[in-house]
């Protein structure tokens, strides 16, 4: 059977997701980390990862917060699943831009049946990466991981192309995509500047100088 159960609520899947998208970051999926991430009190969290607890999705380890049962991991990447299709679908079918796709695919995600999301996959030719880089899960949930580094792992005189760029903030994929900081482009890394200072990039559309916390959030291939 495919994951999520039908009786699963919008909240419920936002959370799966959010306990997924911290342990895939190395983060530990605590009480503080999830109300965080989910814009929540963490009474409220703490009463929904009960509820997922019963309902057999997570497991409450004491004082490290939940854990994804296979079950609940299931779960999660179908609404990731969801999330990306529909992401590569509105900006290559109806030409939404990059900034804009995060937040109607985070609307949409939760009313996608099994067969739209199908013919969505087939129309596509079953994309592997949503438009900002990211795996999609396939119709087995199975994903790949590719092995990208930061762009901040780029040498000086270094050549190498954009793999993926942060998810969700629309402002910051705006300001990337002036810079010509998007999936796929080609980048030359030109300085690291001493004392932790910013790198220098050239894109198509200049040079241009970003700081190391930034060119670390995004990947190079
Ligand atoms: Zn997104």
């Known amino acids: 059977m495919r994951a999520p159960p039908p009786e699963l609520t919008v909240a419920a899947q936002d959370y799966l997701k959010a306990i997924y998208v911290l342990e895939s970051s190395g983060e530990r999926a605590t009480t503080s980390a999830l109300a965080r991430h989910m814009g929540v009190s963490a009474p409220s969290a703490t009463a929904m990862t009960k509820r997922l607890d019963e309902l057999g999705l997570v497991e409450r380890l004491p004082y490290r917060g939940v854990a994804l049962t296979d079950e609940g991991r299931r779960g999660a990447l179908e609404v990731v699943r ?3 299709l529909l992401e590569r679908y ?4 109806l030409g939404l ?7 109607e695919a985070e609307l949409l995600e939760h009313a996608l049946s099994d067969e739209l ?4 996959d087939a129309e596509l030719g079953f994309p592997t990466h949503d438009p900002h880089g990211d795996p999609i899960p396939d119709s087995e949930l199975r994903l790949v991981h590719g092995e990208n580094r930061s762009l901040l792992d780029l040498e000086p005189g270094a050549r190498g192309s954009i ?5 969700g903030d629309s402002e910051l994929l705006r ?4 810079l010509g900081i998007v999936p796929d482009a080609s980048v030359e ?3 690291h500047a001493p004392f932790g200072g910013p790198v ?3 894109t198509s559309s200049g040079e241009h100088a970003i700081s190391r916390e930034l060119a670390d959030r995004i990947a190079a291939a």
């Open 189 to 191: 890394m030109l300085a």
């Open 163 to 167: 793999a993926r760029v942060p998810d």
């Open 200 to 202: 220098t990039v050239r």
């Open 82 to 84: 969801h999330h990306r």
């Open 175 to 178: 300001y990337l995509g002036e």
């Open 90 to 93: 509105l900006v290559d079918r």
């Open 117 to 120: 999301e199908a013919k969505i």
């Open 97 to 103: 831009s990059l900034d804009e796709v995060h937040a």
